[in-house]
T-cell receptor, first 113, second 110 residues
Framework: DGGITQSPKYLFRKEGQNVTLSCEQN?????MYWYRQDPGQGLRLIYY???????QKGDIAEGYSVSREKKESFPLTVTSAQKNPTAFYLC????????????FGPGTRLTVL | RKEVEQDPGPFNVPEGATVAFNCTYS??????FFWYRQDCRKEPKLLMS???SGNEDGRFTAQLNRASQYISLLIRDSKLSDSATYLC???????????FGRGTQLTVWP
C-alpha cells in the first residue's frame, strides 16, 4: 500500500524537552510539507521541502527544525523554543512542490504537559 | 484580507437537502483549486479538484468563478456521512504554495 505514515499518533512532552515527529512516504513524491492545526483553525505551514537536502521555512517556522536526508523521510523536531507546541501536526507530500495535489498522513497530536 | 476565506458555518441541514459553500481567494493569478474534506480529529482528504469549466463527481459539484475570485461546492441529496469540515485550497501564484482555508463545518441530521 502506498501512502504516508506518521508516528506516533499521540505524543506527550514535558516543557523544555525537544521532540521529533516522524513522517515517511512511499509514494515517490518529491515534495513534503509539515503543517500545524489548532482547534477551529486552518492549516498553517511550518516547513516544506522540494527535494532531498533542501527545505524552506513556511509561515510559522520559529521553534521548529527539519531535515530531508532521504526522499521518503521528512522528520520534524519541535524544540523547547516553540512557545505553544500543543497542536495537531500533519505531514503531507505531493509529486512536485506547488500546484500538485497534497496527500496527508494521519497526523500526530502533541500535548505539552 | 486573508488569502483564502470561507464561511466557518456551522451549516446544519437535514438528510436529502442541498447545501452550497463558497470560498473567496485574494490572488487573481491563482492556478489550482481543490476541495478537501476533514473529519473530526482526522487528516484532510482530497474531495475534488476544481476545473475552470466546473466539474461534477456524483452528488458533488465544484465551480470556479475567476472574475469574482471564488470557488463553490454544491452537495446534493445530503447524507449523514457528509458531516465533516470542508476545506477550500488555493495556490496563490503560478507554481506557488497551496493555501488552506479554515474550513466550513457541515452537520447533516436525520
Amino acid at each position: 500500500d502506498g501512502g504516508i505514515t506518521q508516528s506516533p499518533k499521540y505524543l506527550f512532552r514535558k516543557e523544555g524537552q525537544n521532540v521529533t515527529l516522524s513522517c515517511e512516504q512511499n509514494l515517490n513524491h518529491d515534495a513534503m510539507y509539515w503543517y500545524r492545526q489548532d482547534p477551529g483553525q486552518g492549516l498553517r505551514l511550518i516547513y516544506y521541502s522540494q527535494i532531498v537536502n533542501d527545505f524552506q521555512k513556511g509561515d510559522i517556522a520559529e521553534g521548529y527544525s527539519v531535515s530531508r536526508e532521504k526522499k521518503e523521510s521528512f522528520p520534524l523536531t519541535v524544540t523547547s523554543a516553540q512557545k505553544n507546541p500543543t497542536a495537531f501536526y500533519l505531514c503531507a507530500s505531493s509529486k512536485r512542490e506547488g500546484t500538485d495535489t497534497q496527500y496527508f498522513g494521519p497526523g500526530t497530536r502533541l500535548t505539552v504537559l | 484580507r486573508k488569502e483564502v476565506e470561507q464561511d466557518p458555518g456551522p451549516f446544519n441541514v437535514p438528510e436529502g437537502a442541498t447545501v452550497a459553500f463558497n470560498c473567496t481567494y485574494s490572488n487573481s493569478a491563482s492556478q489550482s483549486f481543490f476541495w478537501y474534506r476533514q473529519d473530526c480529529r482526522k487528516e484532510p482528504k482530497l474531495l475534488m479538484s476544481v476545473y475552470s469549466s466546473g466539474n461534477e463527481d456524483g452528488r458533488f459539484t465544484a465551480q470556479l468563478n475567476r472574475a469574482s475570485q471564488y470557488i463553490s461546492l454544491l452537495i446534493r441529496d445530503s447524507k449523514l456521512s457528509d458531516s465533516a469540515t470542508y476545506l477550500c485550497v488555493v495556490n496563490l501564484s503560478t507554481l506557488g504554495r497551496l493555501y488552506f482555508g479554515r474550513g466550513t463545518q457541515l452537520t447533516v441530521w436525520p
